[in-house]
């Protein structure tokens, strides 16, 4: 049996937590796509619309996780990410609006990486938010390397917090139970939410949350750096953790669903599916999404459709992580 939707609300807001976004974000109808597609109805879950340096699903997760890091009474935070990180440049506007000095610790562009890549989209915005930014190199350990910086910040008189990529942690992942509370309470008739996974915080949280709430909703994480196991293992360990947060620890979880096949080959390289999906979405909806992260996810939804894993009558809420940065380092 299910918990009422404000006891779980009120378990949230309970934790430490900042103001950071604007929400509830949109919930709106994909008419054209779904008219194309002959298939259930589409929804998108405008999180691209969240507000902090152009949106994104971060922001809901630092919400909490910078909450928390203020109530520890932190100065400096320390997270990792690629150089094309969604999740550092979310933090470090986070942490200019907030006072607090932002380390970013970005592991070097792979081989292929363009000169866009290298020095556009996400990092150019980093700078400009003023994070202190350290490139490590390809196989080292960021948490290693974060846990280095820390030490230095604290021998210095700082008091560090860290953030594991994407924000992807326990508390973090409150911003997503707060995100499917949203969701159900905006289209009660939903079936499926659809997105991008990669450091499964944001499906953990989807999960936790539609789970508390006694909701029979399939969560599927859309794998986007081939390393699916991985994807699968780190959101099925974050779930007790949050169950246990909210006060729903007596609640049954449902299996965690990752899909593959829609990576391409990996984290970051361009996918002719992806792409496909982005140029479809774009011309039916004007709706931009990007090629390491929401094309990969929409390029499953849509082969989904018309392979026919969902039915007519099934509503399905696509997932916006943002993105909208990359964009410029694609270019």
Known sequence: MGMNISKIRKKLFAAPHVSLGHFPTPLEFMKNLTHNLDGPQLWIKRDDCTGLASGGNKTRKLEFALGDALA????????????????AR???????????????????????????????????????FGADIHIIPQGAD????????????SDTGGKAYMIPLGASTATGALGYVACALEIFTENPNVSHVISAAGSGGT??????GFAALGEDVICEGIDIDAERNRTEQRTRNLLP?????????????????????YAGEGYGVISPLAETA???????????????YTGKAMSALIAGVKEGRYGKDDTIVFLHTGGFPLTFAYS
């Open 278 to 292: 982005k140029q479809q979405v774009a011309h039916s909806e004007g709706l931009i999404l990007d090629s390491a």
């Open 72 to 87: 520890q009474g932190a100065d400096t935070i320390l997270t990792t990410g690629g150089v094309q990180s969604n999740h």
């Open 142 to 153: 960021p948490n290693e390397e974060i846990a280095a910086y820390a030490a230095n910040v």
């Open 90 to 128: 979310q933090t470090a506007a986070a942490c200019a609006r907030l006072g607090l000095r932002c380390i970013l610790l970005l592991v070097a562009p792979p081989d292929w990486a363009t000169d866009s890549y290298r020095t556009s989209g996400n990092i150019h915005l980093d700078k400009i």
């Open 241 to 261: 953790d949050i169950m246990s947060l909210i006060g729903a620890d007596h609640v049954t979880l449902p299996p965690v669903i990752v899909r593959d096949g």
């Open 203 to 208: 499906q953990a949280g989807l999960i936790a």
